[in-house]
Each structure stands twice: as C-alpha cells, then as structure tokens.
C-alpha cells in the first residue's frame, strides 16, 4: 500500500488547510478495514500523534493540541483520508504524516501504524 499526502503549504495563523492522503496499490482497498491516522513531526522534534479514526469513521482520536481544530474524516469509496485544520496557530507548523493503523482502531501511538505516507509540509506564519 502506497500513500501519498498533499494539501500542505503556507498559510497564515487562524486560517485553514485541508489535507488529503489517499492509498494506492494492489491493496488499497483492504484499509477500509484499518483504523487511519495523521501524525506531525517539526524540525528537531520527536513525531507525534495528532488524530486518527477508526475504520468506519465513527470513531476520531485527537491529540490534546487540537482537539476543537482539526476534524478527521475518511471516504473508504476513494481510499482517502482527510484532515481539516482550523485556526491554524505557528506551532502547528510541521511535516504531516498519515499512516495505515495495524487494526480497526483509532490508535495513538506511532507503533500501532504499518504504512506512512511521505508527508507534506504545513507553515503557519505569525
């Protein structure tokens, strides 16, 4: 399973992007039955968790940071997952990563996830 990231880019602080991450490949389609999630990681810092869903949607993990901002969703017809960002603050600026959760759950921790994307760059300005 391949996945491919976009949306990123430079935004100003309170503004929006919506990042999308869709999978390809010969099993793309099995990750309707994964939990998916997005994860951050800025320049001399550890990645971390920013929000996951379970495998039928229903179920959404965000991490304190922002909860009440970001929204996840996913449309198992395309193969995509999406993050929106609202409110957008300077220290939201890092590389996005989604990835392929190892079960049906909307897990937090990095361990849990089989697949990641490339990432793409979000750069919020004060």
């Known amino acids: 399973v391949q996945l491919q990231a976009s949306g990123g880019g430079l935004v100003q602080a309170g503004g929006s992007l919506r990042l999308s991450c869709a999978a390809s490949?010969?099993?793309?389609?099995?990750?309707?039955?994964?939990?998916m999630g997005w994860f951050r990681q800025a320049p001399g810092k550890e990645r971390e968790f920013v929000a996951a869903i379970g495998w039928r949607g229903g179920a959404a993990n965000y991490a304190d940071s922002v909860k009440g901002r970001f929204t996840i969703s996913r449309d198992n017809a395309k193969n995509t997952v999406y993050l929106q960002m609202d409110s957008l603050k300077p220290e939201d600026t890092a590389v996005y990563y989604c990835?392929?959760?190892?079960?049906?759950?909307?897990?937090?921790?990095?361990?849990?996830?089989?697949?990641w994307g490339q990432g793409t760059l979000v750069t919020v300005s004060s």
């Open positions: 990835a392929v959760a190892r079960s049906a759950m909307a897990a937090s921790s990095r361990e849990y996830y089989q697949y």
């Open positions: 490949g010969r099993y793309a389609r099995t990750i309707s039955n994964n939990g």
